[in-house]
């Protein structure tokens, strides 16, 4: 959703003009960034909080120059969303993986995949054991 259709949307569901609305979110959002500037974080209910988080400077190694570089100290500004929120988008896409997988070639790919993770995991267990059980018996290998 771009700025034009979020404010045509807001605008049909509070019953209020699209320049009417354009100002009211401008104001909002204006607000936002002041808040940010001052190092301020924002919380949006039933949404999220903005907080702006420190980055400390950094070395970097570029593989193409095969140079070592140095990224400055930053301020970024970082989304936490709420429980509600997350539980909301969490159920979202639950739903478009139960579409998915109800394709039958999907579905036997998915069954093969957990028979693998299975077969592999029993493969570790042993080894798991067996190190324990060295161990154990006082043998460190």
């Given at each position: 959703m771009n700025n034009?259709?979020?404010?045509a949307a807001l605008s049909a569901e509070m019953g209020y003009p699209a320049s009417t609305t354009q100002r009211l979110v401008s104001t909002i959002l204006d607000g936002m960034g002041d808040a940010f500037q001052e190092g301020e974080g924002v919380?949006?209910?039933n949404l999220g909080t903005f907080e702006t988080r420190k980055k400390?400077?950094?070395?970097i190694f570029n593989p193409s120059t095969q140079q070592?570089?140095?990224v400055p100290p930053k301020i970024v500004l970082g989304f936490r969303p709420n429980a509600e929120l997350k539980e909301a988008l969490k159920?979202?896409?639950?739903?478009?993986?139960?579409?998915?997988?109800t394709d039958n070639t999907t579905v036997k790919q998915a069954s093969n995949d957990d028979k693998n993770?299975?077969?592999k995991s029993k493969g570790v267990n042993k080894i798991i054991k067996r190190v324990t059980a060295n161990?154990?018996?006082g043998n460190k290998k």
């Open positions: 034009k259709e979020f404010i919380r949006v209910e400390l400077e950094r070395i070592r570089m140095l159920k979202k896409m639950e739903e478009k993986d139960i579409k998915k997988t993770i299975e077969d161990k154990k018996k």
